[in-house]
């Protein structure tokens, strides 16, 4: 009732939604649940605060002396004269550090940032361009490689289960392969390949910041922002800096699994202390609304979760006893739970409360995992998820509510559809 009550009077009235879920996890934990302000605040993700703070902090940095536009000049004079291929060069790109075995916050928080502003150079729809890097990033989610896979296979043989590595891979990468032909055809792409020869055009006097949240106008391309007329400007010390200090973070979290948010931290604060003029009001660019709304409601849901609400739910669905309702509804409740909090911890919980139900046989064990996994991890579009946040927070503060909104939606259509149809393609045919 209170997750509800949040997102109601979030809706409605200009308040911030994680600032709500914090007063309704305070007022619950102490007034109903009996605890301290400290057990309350337990579940308050630290982690995520960190990530974030690092993160915006690291890259308004690089916003404000240039290093990204540097980049994007760069990358313009590679790509040249195909935005229809652009988006798919976003999902490729994304998709490479969670198939090398970083999880999708680490991947994302390093490279949308670059991924969306190359986008908006080219004139694409920034709801594509987020789409396309958020499920490129979740297709390589249960690489052999990745730690998702390893958690969800420990927890399938700690109950006497098995999946194979492949069906989990395969299945997953699948599914998000075939979201990402959706986006493209929904949100541009069909735009882009009608007007391949106009873009291309476009591209090469230079695309300077279309339109950020529908399809993009050729004719808005300013001159000014040629990749091939313009020459690209000498690399200063802080901008060198700047792109080692970039490099570096992305080494150390991406193979060395250091905590990236204080890394990125870290080196925002060495590289602020070294340049100082150079970096004037970036600090300013630190995203504290995406900050609060995703700590406020990923408490809530960690309180939730804490009190036993997923668990009362999960044993109420096991017991029904009619096995395919009983499957959709288990897939159902890892997505919309997942929505609003952690899949990694979320999958560690959900095999477990499914166990008793799949020692019935009436539904096979692999596909109905795999289409857990999916479920549970195809909703980290929703903006409440760290790769949501982190993509989210890439936007222009003006684009920013609308962005949210058509992410929330996005993500509410994820946790409906995903079900629906794992459920269909993976679960019913074994049951046939």
């Keep these: 009732m209170a997750l509800v009550f949040v997102f109601v009077v979030g809706t409605i009235r200009p308040v911030n939604i994680g600032a709500l879920a914090l007063v309704a996890t305070f007022l619950i934990g102490t007034l109903v649940a009996g605890e301290s302000a400290e057990d309350v605040l337990a579940g308050f993700p630290a982690d995520v605060f960190v990530l974030l703070v690092g993160v915006t902090y690291l890259f308004g940095l690089a916003a404000a002396n240039g290093t990204i536009e540097w980049i994007i ?5 590679v790509f040249g004269d195909r935005p229809a291929l652009v988006p798919w060069l976003l999902f490729g790109f994304s998709a490479v550090p969670t198939l090398l075995g970083a999880l999708g916050p680490a991947g994302v928080a390093m490279l949308a ?7 908006e150079r080219y004139g694409l729809s920034r709801r594509m361009s987020a789409l396309m890097v958020m499920h490129g990033s979740c297709l390589g989610n249960f690489s052999p490689l990745n730690g998702l896979a390893i958690i969800v296979q420990k927890a399938a043989q700690a109950n006497g289960l098995s999946v194979s590595s492949a069906a989990l891979f395969f299945g997953n990468a699948a599914y998000n392969l075939g979201l990402a032909v959706v986006i493209y055809a929904f949100f541009g792409g069909r735009r882009l390949l009608r007007e391949r020869r106009v873009l291309r055009a476009t591209a090469a006097v230079g695309a300077g910041g279309g339109p950020a949240t529908g399809g993009a106008s050729p004719a808005s391309a300013p001159a000014d922002g ?10 200063r010390a802080d901008q060198a800096a700047t792109i080692l ?13 250091i905590e990236i ?17 150079r970096f004037t009001g970036a600090d300013k660019k630190i995203v504290w609304s995406v900050v609060l709304l995703i700590c406020g409601i990923t408490s809530l849901v960690e309180a939730m979760e804490h009190w036993g609400t997923v668990e009362v739910l999960g044993n109420g669905i096991a017991g029904l006893g009619a096995p395919l309702l009983t499957a959709f509804l288990l897939c159902l409740v890892g997505a919309v739970t997942s929505a609003f909090g952690s899949s990694v911890g979320l999958l560690g919980v959900l095999i477990p ?9 009436d539904v096979r064990v692999a596909p109905l995992i795999v289409a857990l996994t999916i479920c549970a991890t195809v909703v980290d579009a929703m903006p409440f998820s760290s790769v949501g946040a982190l993509t989210l927070a890439t936007a222009p503060e003006a684009e920013r509510p609308s962005l949210f909104r058509f992410m929330l939606g996005w993500g509410f259509a994820m946790a409906v559809t995903a079900p629906v149809i794992t459920w269909s393609v993976l679960v019913l045919p074994g049951t046939a």
């Design 73 to 77: 000049d760069r990358a313009m004079l």
């Design 113 to 119: 940032p670059l991924c969306l502003r190359l986008a």
């Design 226 to 235: 040629a990749a091939e007329e313009r020459p690209v400007r000498a690399l």
């Design 245 to 257: 200090v970039m490099v570096g973070v992305a080494v150390g979290a991406l193979a060395f699994e």
């Design 261 to 277: 948010g204080f890394l990125a931290l870290t080196s925002a604060v060495v590289l602020h202390t070294v340049f100082p003029s």
């Design 353 to 361: 409360l499914a166990a008793p139900f799949f020692a019935a046989g």
